[in-house]
C-alpha cells in the first residue's frame, strides 16, 4: 500500500512589480514560461534531504520534487516543503508504472550504497521507459597508513573472522543480516542501530545501543573505550554523519573489519550536489 504523508507544495517564488499607470491595472504580470521539470528523488539518507532542499533553492519553481522512502525508517527525517512517498513500489514494474503515472523527467537514485536491490529496481525501470537516471554516491572513507582495515565482500564473512581480530567488537554496520552474528562465544558484542532490528536476532553474548548520528569522535572514544571495544565492523557508507567511528579507530590504533562497497547502478554517477545542478540545469534549457 502507498502512503503519502508530509505532503507539501513548494512555495513559489515572490516576485516584485511595478505597476505602469499608462497600462490596464488588471494585466497579469509577466511569468517564467518554463515548463517544470519533475523530478524523483529516491531517498534513504540525509544526502536526499540536502539535494532536494538545494534543488528547490537553485531552481525553486522551475522543478517540482518528489522525494521517495522506503520506509525502513519508523520515523525518518523528513524535508519540509516536498512531496514525500512512503512504501514501497512492489519492484522495477510498480516504479515504471510510477515514472508514467506522475510524468516524471528526471529521476535521482539517492539510497543508501548498498542498498542494491532497490538502486537495481530504479535503474531497470528508467532504462525500460528512457527516463534519465542519476546516482548519487558519497565519497567512500579513504583508508589511510594510519588506519588498520581487514577488507571483506560480505557481512556473513565478517563475523566469521571476526573471532580472529578481537573479543569485543562494535557491530556498526546496520541492522539488516545481523543474524550472521548470532552463536559468537568468543567475542562480545555492542550492536549498534538506529531502531530495533526487524529481522529476528538473538543477542546472547552482548549489549544493544540504539543510537542516532552524527556522532562525534570525542563521543566515539568516549564509548570505545568505555566498553575496552578492541575491533569494529563497519560497511564504507561514507558521509560525515558516522565517519567519527573511522576517526576514533584510527586514534586509538583499532581495527575495523570493513565490508566493500557494491559496485555501482549502470546509470550516470555523480559525487557531488553540482554535478547534479548542473544536469538539471542543461535539461531545463533545452525543456
Not at 546516482?135 to 581487514?150: G, S
Not at 545501543?209 to 563521543?219: Q, S
Not at 575495523?256 to 550536489?273: L, N, W
Request: glycine letters at 8%; one cysteine or more; aromatic letters at 6%.
Amino acid at each position: 500500500m502507498v502512503i503519502l504523508t508530509h505532503f507539501f507544495q513548494p512555495k513559489p517564488q515572490t516576485r516584485t512589480f511595478k505597476i505602469n499607470k499608462n497600462r490596464p491595472q488588471h494585466m497579469t504580470p509577466p511569468r517564467s514560461t518554463v515548463t517544470p521539470l519533475n523530478i524523483l528523488i529516491f531517498g534513504g539518507t540525509g544526502d536526499a534531504n540536502r539535494i532536494a532542499a538545494d534543488l528547490l533553492q537553485e531552481f525553486g519553481s522551475d522543478v517540482r520534487l518528489q522525494l521517495s522512502l522506503a520506509g525502513r525508517t519508523s520515523a525518518p527525517r523528513l524535508p519540509d516543503g516536498i512531496p514525500v512517498r512512503i512504501g514501497g513500489f512492489g519492484g522495477a514494474e510498480g516504479i515504471i508504472s510510477w515514472l508514467g503515472s506522475e510524468k516524471i523527467d528526471l529521476v535521482i537514485d539517492s539510497t543508501h550504497p548498498y542498498a542494491t536491490q532497490i538502486s537495481s529496481h530504479i535503474a531497470q525501470a528508467c532504462h525500460a521507459v528512457a527516463t534519465p537516471c542519476v546516482q548519487f554516491q558519497r565519497t567512500a572513507w579513504q583508508k589511510t597508513d594510519k588506519d588498520r582495515w581487514i577488507m571483506v565482500k560480505s557481512l556473513a564473512e565478517a563475523a566469521q573472522i571476526l573471532p580472529d581480530h578481537g573479543k569485543r567488537a562494535l557491530i556498526a554496520s546496520g541492522r539488516k543480516d545481523l543474524a550472521h552474528f548470532e552463536g559468537l562465544e568468543k567475542t562480545w558484542l555492542l550492536v549498534r542501530t538506529v531502531e530495533s532490528p526487524k529481522e529476528p536476532f538473538n543477542l546472547a553474548f552482548g549489549e544493544w545501543l540504539i543510537a542516532r548520528g552524527p556522532f562525534t569522535v570525542e563521543g566515539e572514544i568516549e564509548l570505545l573505550q568505555r566498553h575496552n571495544i578492541d575491533v569494529i565492523v563497519s560497511k564504507n557508507s561514507g558521509g560525515d554523519a558516522t565517519e567519527a567511528k573511522i576517526l576514533a579507530a584510527r586514534e586509538l590504533n583499532i581495527p575495523i573489519i570493513m565490508v566493500e562497497r557494491p559496485g555501482v547502478s549502470p546509470v550516470e554517477q555523480a559525487e557531488k550536489t553540482q554535478e547534479i545542478i548542473e544536469k538539471i540545469r542543461n535539461t531545463l534549457a533545452k525543456h
